[in-house]
């Protein structure tokens, strides 16, 4: 069994004041440190702090979870593979990019609704060999899915481009009845075939594919597999690795009541700090938990992602999240979660 870290070092140490306290301050420690290495005094970094970027795909998604922040009514966007390409040729050409880990295919929306995803995937492919060619890192690549329009052809394709190296579903609930409830308008059923058809395929067509999962569980169960039903957590069992979680506040977006996830800190945020998310039109936001484009800091059809990196309004984010001032962001003044 896996819990995700952060929810095991919640559980274990948010009864005890003291402690917990001392764990923001280490958190808030490692934010000024960060924030000294890669931008203090006067001086940046060669190496940039980025470790993820995500790539939104499509806004749009065919489903409607209960606790989903998406804006549903905004207007349908899909990525270009113009876009796309800048934003890889960068990752492995640009050594500010030099530490970012995974790139993942994932923001708000579902990346499978995008009409021509095989040519997108291609084309990470070809960046991929390309950067490989030259002696160079290139990030490991994940898809977050909802599973709902992986059909068995569809995964065939994928994964004869052999260019992922994670496939991670949204499994939540912890029951069929449950997952369907929380997942409105998935269809337990045809997930399962989906997911059962896909690590099928895995093993004849790329054994080194790392399949995993994220399940919100929901109070009052456990965090952990005894109390789910037997077909879901047959599944679970399946998957290479798996994630439990609590619900998430979306920064701030939805409210949660869980007094556990309210915190005192306000001092800086990891997400900022380490990630940047390109929306389909380009517009390049702070974290992925803004679902809705209230952080966009630059678009990368008018600028590099270097330049975006380094922009001033970027580094409007960072600096009211060292000063404490977190409440003056419009996208992080109600965000409880990081
Ligand atoms: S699948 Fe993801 S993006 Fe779609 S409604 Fe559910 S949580 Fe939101
Ligand atoms: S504080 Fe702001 S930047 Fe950090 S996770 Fe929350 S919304 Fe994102």
Redesign the pocket.
């Given at each position: 069994m896996y819990i995700s870290w952060k929810e095991r070092v919640k559980n274990r140490f948010s009864k005890y004041p003291k402690v917990w306290s001392a764990l923001q301050w280490l958190k808030t420690v490692m934010y000024v440190f960060n924030y000294l290495r890669y931008y203090g005094f006067g001086i940046r970094s060669k190496s940039g702090s980025i470790r993820e970027i995500n790539v939104e795909f499509c806004s749009a998604c065919n489903l409607r979870c209960k606790f989903c922040a998406l804006d549903h009514l905004k207007p349908k966007q899909h990525i270009s593979p113009k876009v796309l390409e800048k934003v890889l040729m960068e990752l492995y050409t640009n050594p500010l990019f030099k530490n970012v880990e995974v790139l993942n295919l994932y923001n708000g929306g579902e990346t499978l609704l995008h009409p021509n995803r095989l040519e997108l995937f291609e084309l990470i492919a070809h960046h991929k060999q390309s950067a490989l060619k030259q002696g160079k890192r290139f990030p490991k690549v994940l898809l977050l899915t909802n599973g709902m329009l992986l059909r068995e052809s569809l995964a065939k394709s994928i994964l004869e481009l052999n260019v992922l190296d994670v496939i991670q579903f949204s499994l939540d609930g912890g029951t069929k009845e449950k997952f369907e409830e929380l997942r409105v308008n998935a269809k337990w059923k045809k997930f399962y075939s989906n997911v059962s058809d896909l690590i099928q395929l895995k093993n004849e067509l790329q054994p080194n594919l790392q399949i995993k999962s994220i399940t919100i569980v929901e109070e009052p169960n456990d965090l952990s597999v005894d109390w789910m039903d037997e077909e879901f957590r047959g599944l679970i069992d399946r998957m290479d690795s798996f994630e439990l979680r609590r619900l998430h506040d979306w920064?701030g977006e939805i409210e949660l009541n869980d007094n556990k996830q309210k915190n005192k800190y306000k001092l800086g945020?990891n997400?900022?700090m380490h990630q940047l998310v390109v929306l389909p039109n380009g517009d390049v936001t702070?974290?992925c938990?803004?679902l809705n484009s209230k952080?966009v800091i630059g678009n990368v059809q008018e600028q590099s992602m270097g330049e975006i990196y380094s922009s001033k309004e970027r580094r409007h984010?960072l600096d009211k999240?060292l000063f404490g001032k977190?409440d003056e962001?419009e996208?992080?003044k109600g965000?409880q979660?990081?």
């Open positions: 920064g945020c997400m900022a702070v974290c938990n803004d952080g984010y999240l977190r962001i996208l992080c965000c979660s990081f």
